[in-house]
């Protein structure tokens, strides 16, 4: 049972392009994070969302309540964006895990 | 983050070998949570508090214990480690009574079981 969905599961795009990153989930929630982790890395909390939009610097978070639906944009992406992102949800005492996004941004 | 850490950051073992790993918080949040971190399966939630002496199972809990004896410590064993137990295991804190929701992890502990 997968109550998380990402996608894509691989991205590869040139330094530059705006990136979407999608996530779908199957349970009702209270938030929905958007981790990120790089290689060999910790991980880190990007946003906490539970409606709306968030901006922080290049990214930006969006979520959708009623479709159950959340994307992260990364705008002018760069290098050292390339990571892993991760999509949680927050129902009930427990989180849920998308299996990630693998982002690789070529210079 | 400087409000949680794990030990240790790495370890190797023998199977059939008791583990016990360690994450300390200074946030005093409620809930603690252990997770492993597979490729393939992302992370998995494997034992989870929420206070002290109040402990959950996660969906990955066969062959792992945890203890939480204070809020600051919530420790994860391995009863007696088999290299199916060879991971990265992540310790995270939160504290919806809060009102926040926020999530932070540890590091990390690299476990690998010969």
């Known amino acids: 049972k997968n109550e998380v969905e990402q996608s894509p599961q691989n991205l590869t795009a040139q330094e530059g392009e705006f990136i979407t990153i999608n996530c779908s989930y199957s349970?009702?929630?209270?938030?929905l994070h958007w981790l990120q982790q790089h290689p060999g890395g910790g991980i880190v909390s990007l946003f906490m969302?539970?409606?709306g939009k968030k901006k922080h610097g290049r990214l930006i978070a969006t979520i959708n309540i009623q479709e159950k639906h959340s994307s992260l944009h990364i705008t002018a992406s760069h290098p050292r964006d390339s990571a892993v992102y991760i999509c949680a949800v927050m129902s009930g005492n427990q989180f849920y895990f998308g299996t990630g996004t693998s982002l690789t941004v070529i210079p | 983050d400087a409000g949680i850490t794990q030990s240790p950051r790495h370890k190797v073992t023998e199977t059939g070998t008791p583990v016990t790993l360690r994450c300390h918080q200074t946030?005093?949040?409620?809930?603690m949570y252990w997770y492993r971190q597979d490729p393939g399966h992302g992370l998995r939630l494997i034992h989870y508090?929420?206070?002290?002496?109040?402990?959950d199972k996660g969906e990955v809990s066969d062959g792992y214990s945890v203890s939480r004896s204070k809020t600051e410590d919530f420790l994860l064993t391995l009863e007696s480690a088999t290299s199916s137990q060879t991971s990265v295991y992540f310790c995270a804190i939160s504290d919806p009574d809060r009102g926040g929701y926020g999530y932070t992890f540890g590091s990390g502990t690299r476990l690998t079981v010969v």
């Open positions: 508090s929420y206070g002290v002496k109040d402990t």
């Open positions: 946030e005093n949040h409620r809930y």
């Open positions: 969302l539970s409606s």
């Open positions: 349970v009702g929630i209270s938030a």
